[in-house]
């Protein structure tokens, strides 16, 4: 079994299910359906073992794991999310987006400020 996103006429993801390969080329699903395998263990370009945060061997497939309302990038054969605000860009290698300030390297959690550019510390 494999992951697969079905993608509207503007490469938007719609759904995404669990299916066999010969089920998706049957025509079972809709044949003017666009159907992209995509691995639930991919993100950023690395592959992970199963419900682990460790890289393992496994072949990256699409940059992430595709979700609802996702972009397939055919030229870049990648699958990214939408824009979370709009100081944020789009690293053409993980096709993960990035904040214009790294997000604080310590045990707490915070929140992005886009009207100030920074990030707001979250209170226990």
């Not at 509207?8 to 089920?23: K, P």
């Not at 999310?81 to 690293?91: A, C, D, K, M, V």
Request: aromatic content about 14%; charged content about 25%; proline content about 6%.
């Amino acid at each position: 079994m494999a992951h697969f996103a079905e993608l509207d006429e503007n490469n938007i993801v719609t759904r995404v299910i669990v299916a066999e390969q010969d089920f998706i080329n049957s025509g079972a699903v809709g044949e003017s359906s666009n159907w992209v395998q995509t691995s639930y263990n991919t993100r950023g370009g690395i592959h992970y073992a199963p419900n682990s945060n460790e890289p393992d061997s496994g072949i990256a497939l699409r940059k992430n794991y595709a979700g609802i309302g996702f972009t397939y990038d055919s030229d870049r054969d990648a699958f990214y999310s939408e824009q979370p605000y709009p100081s944020w860009t789009l690293n053409e290698d993980s096709c993960l987006w990035e904040s214009p300030v790294p997000y604080p390297d310590d045990d707490e959690m915070y929140t992005w400020d886009e009207e100030n550019q920074g990030w707001n510390l979250i209170e226990r």
